[in-house]
């Protein structure tokens, strides 16, 4: 009888350590090469790097791109920079999903917007691609627009013809100055989708 009570106790902790929904891919989208560093369309691999620096965590070359684990509370966290360039990116988090069991649901793709003023937080549950080769390359390779994503704001603030050398282009002074806070911020919206949900942290962050 005793013995048949342990083991029922230990198939529940294999289940529980195991369960799929305590781990989460945080996927900054950006391109690779120092050239693109500091560029505003890579401000998802800013948001992870700044992250990770703050937890003192190490990126390792994985396969399709670069990757830091974060142990929270019980919580696995992926952050994951995939080396596809923009182009491909859904490409790295198919594998990634796949490898670890990740559902949809506890992905975090964290891209520029455009649509957005310099800094603005939106954070969806699902959207279109809005003319993101990123996320239109999520789209095509899951299938699906069902997954949580994290837009930081770049503004607009470029002629006409021009939006190319402005999403690659370097930040300001200005925006410079600025963006310690706003990555500050971004650390504690990935925490929060982790530990909280994605409804309270929308309800949250949405418009800080």
Same mark, same amino acid.
């Given at each position: =009888?005793?013995?048949?009570?342990?083991?029922?106790?230990?198939?529940?902790?294999?289940?529980?350590?195991?369960?799929? =929904?305590?781990?989460?891919?945080?996927?900054?989208?950006?391109?690779?090469?120092?050239?693109?560093?500091?560029?505003?369309?890579?401000?998802?691999?800013?948001?992870?790097?700044?992250?990770?620096?703050?937890?003192?965590?190490?990126?390792?070359?994985?396969?399709?791109?670069? =990757?830091?684990?974060?142990?929270?509370?019980?919580?696995?966290?992926?952050?994951?920079?995939?080396?596809?360039? =923009?182009?491909?990116?859904?490409?790295?988090?198919?594998?990634?999903?796949?490898?670890?069991?990740?559902?949809?649901?506890?992905?975090?793709?964290?891209?520029?917007?455009?649509?957005?003023?310099?800094?603005?937080?939106?954070?969806?549950?699902?959207?279109?691609?809005?003319?993101?080769?990123?996320?239109?390359?999520?789209?095509?390779?899951?299938?699906?627009?069902?997954?949580?994503?994290?837009?930081?704001?770049?503004?607009?603030?470029?002629?006409?013809?021009?939006?190319?050398?402005?999403?690659?282009?370097?930040?300001?002074?200005?925006?410079?100055?600025?963006?310690?806070?706003?990555?500050?911020?971004?650390?504690? @919206? @990935?925490?929060?989708?982790?530990?909280?949900?994605?409804?309270?942290?929308?309800?949250?962050?949405?418009?800080?």
């Amino acid at each position: =009888m005793k013995n048949w009570i342990f083991n029922i106790f230990s198939k529940k902790q294999i289940t529980t350590d195991s369960d799929p =929904m305590k781990k989460f891919l945080i996927v900054g989208l950006g391109n690779i090469g120092a050239e693109y560093v500091n560029t505003r369309h890579n401000i998802g691999f800013k948001v992870v790097d700044h992250l990770a620096r703050k937890e003192s965590l190490d990126f390792q070359t994985v396969k399709l791109g670069a =990757m830091a684990e974060y142990k929270l509370k019980g919580r696995t966290l992926f952050l994951l920079k995939p080396n596809t360039y =923009m182009n491909l990116s859904g490409k790295a988090i198919k594998y990634w999903m796949d490898k670890e069991n990740i559902p949809a649901s506890n992905i975090l793709v964290i891209t520029d917007d455009l649509n957005l003023s310099f800094g603005t937080i939106r954070i969806k549950p699902k959207g279109s691609d809005g003319g993101h080769n990123g996320l239109k390359s999520i789209q095509q390779t899951l299938n699906s627009s069902d997954y949580p994503r994290f837009r930081f704001g770049i503004s607009d603030d470029f002629k006409k013809g021009k939006q190319v050398d402005y999403v690659l282009g370097e930040w300001t002074e200005e925006e410079t100055a600025r963006l310690s806070e706003r990555l500050d911020l971004s650390a504690e @919206i @990935i925490r929060s989708f982790a530990l909280a949900g994605l409804d309270t942290t929308m309800n949250t962050f949405n418009g800080k």
